[in-house]
T-cell receptor
Framework: GNSVTQMEGPVTLSEEAFLTINCTYT??????LFWYVQYPGEGLQLLLK?????DKGSNKGFEATYRKETTSFHLEKGSVQVSDSAVYFC????????????FGKGTHLIIQP | DAGITQSPRYKITETGRQVTLMCHQT?????MFWYRQDLGHGLRLIYY???????DKGEVPDGYVVSRSKTENFPLTLESATRSQTSVYFC???????????FGDGTRLSIL
């Protein structure tokens, strides 16, 4: 079956530090990959996506590249801000079964001023 | 305003009671989903619907019932609530199954 693995954290960084959150996956076929962000008390918001190998998704300074050879979709940002503090979820859709997303467990990111 | 709304935002009930969580979307999206969020598990799919009157099970459907008589509504019912169903429940919608999903703000359900 499908699965997504990501570090759970919490990950604590100082403002302006470089961020990497690792995400690896197992899936049948050629999945679409997503990063979602969840702020306290809110639902998940799409951060970025990639639908095929070597695609790079980007939004709000965050980037992730779909690496089929390593089955990875790591999230990066060059300079984090306090406002980036949230929980980040890596997810995939591969079809061929239930039509929902398969999520990782989420990474809690804390940015200190 | 267009969007996806869940009600109630918070609910406390007792074991054995029936409880229904509501979800309403104004985009006319074909697909709707119910997930539960638990510490250490991330989000897990309970049920989904590809269109009105079409529903199917997800990863953790036991103890839950859904219906979708209208495109915009997708209620989730716990027919006889158990403590293990204490969780945060999220509804989501999308145009197609492989497209990004839009999430509601969630319902925090506590079962005593």
């Amino acid at each position: 079956g499908n699965s997504v693995t990501q570090m759970e954290g919490p990950v604590t960084l100082s403002e302006e530090a470089f961020l990497t959150i690792n995400c690896t996956y197992t899936a049948t076929g050629y999945p679409s990959l997503f990063w979602y962000v969840q702020y306290p008390g809110e639902g998940l918001q799409l951060l970025l996506k990639a639908t095929k190998a070597d695609d790079k998704g980007s939004n709000k300074g965050f980037e992730a590249t779909y690496r089929k050879e390593t089955t990875s979709f790591h999230l990066e940002k060059g300079s984090v801000q306090v406002s980036d503090s949230a929980v980040y979820f890596c997810a995939l859709y591969s079809g061929g079964g239930a039509d929902g997303l398969t999520f990782g467990k989420g990474t809690h990111l804390i940015i200190q001023p | 305003d267009a969007g996806i709304t869940q009600s109630p935002r918070y609910k406390i009930t007792e074991t054995g009671r029936q409880v229904t969580l509501m979800c309403h979307q104004t985009w006319s999206h074909s697909y709707m989903f119910w997930y539960r969020q638990d510490l250490g598990h991330g989000l897990r799919l309970i049920y989904y619907s590809a269109a009105a009157d079409i529903t199917d099970k997800g990863e953790v459907p036991d103890g839950y019932v859904v219906s979708r008589s209208k495109t915009e509504n997708f209620p989730l019912t716990l027919e006889s609530a158990t403590r293990s169903q204490t969780s945060v429940y999220f509804c989501a919608s999308s145009t197609y199954s492989n497209q990004p999903q839009h999430f509601g703000d969630g319902t925090r359900l506590s079962i005593l």
